[in-house]
């Protein structure tokens, strides 16, 4: 079992920066992905950033954040990190932590391939 814990939401306005943190706790598999993805109100859930670990570790961002959203992590801490700059309204969204055993590369960006979900933390920006 994997517990996520985020925090770092809040009101911001265009423009503006925040830094979402997920902590993870309990053990995944050997090849895991973990990430965000965010859901607004009446939408699905769309994919953000995450980072796998698979023999080395590769970074994924989706092409709406590339240039402003980075996704970083601290090891020692299990704790990943979206630092979002530049945000625009339709930024807004609960964003969500998610962490996905064994999954495959082509599943990375879809919510399905992830098992453990954080309970999400909201972004507003105004604009």
């Known amino acids: 079992q994997v517990q996520l814990e985020e925090s770092g939401g809040g009101l911001v306005q265009a423009g503006g920066s925040l830094r979402l943190s997920c902590k993870a706790s309990?053990?995944?598999?050997?090849?895991?992905?973990m990430g965000w993805f965010r859901q607004a109100p009446g939408k699905e859930r769309e994919f953000v950033a995450a980072?796998?670990?698979?023999?080395?570790?590769?970074?994924y961002h989706a092409e709406s954040v590339k240039g402003r959203f980075t996704l970083s992590r601290d090891n020692a801490a299990n704790t990943v990190y979206l630092q979002m700059n530049n945000l625009k309204p339709e930024d807004t969204a609960a964003y969500y932590c998610?962490?996905?055993?064994?999954?495959?590369?082509?599943?990375?960006?879809?919510?399905?391939?992830?098992?453990?979900w954080g309970q999400g933390t909201q972004v507003t920006v105004s604009s």
């Open positions: 998610a962490v996905g055993p064994n999954i495959i590369t082509s599943m990375v960006s879809n919510p399905g391939g992830y098992s453990y």
């Open positions: 980072w796998r670990r698979s023999g080395g570790t590769t970074y």
């Open positions: 309990g053990r995944t598999a050997n090849n895991y992905a």
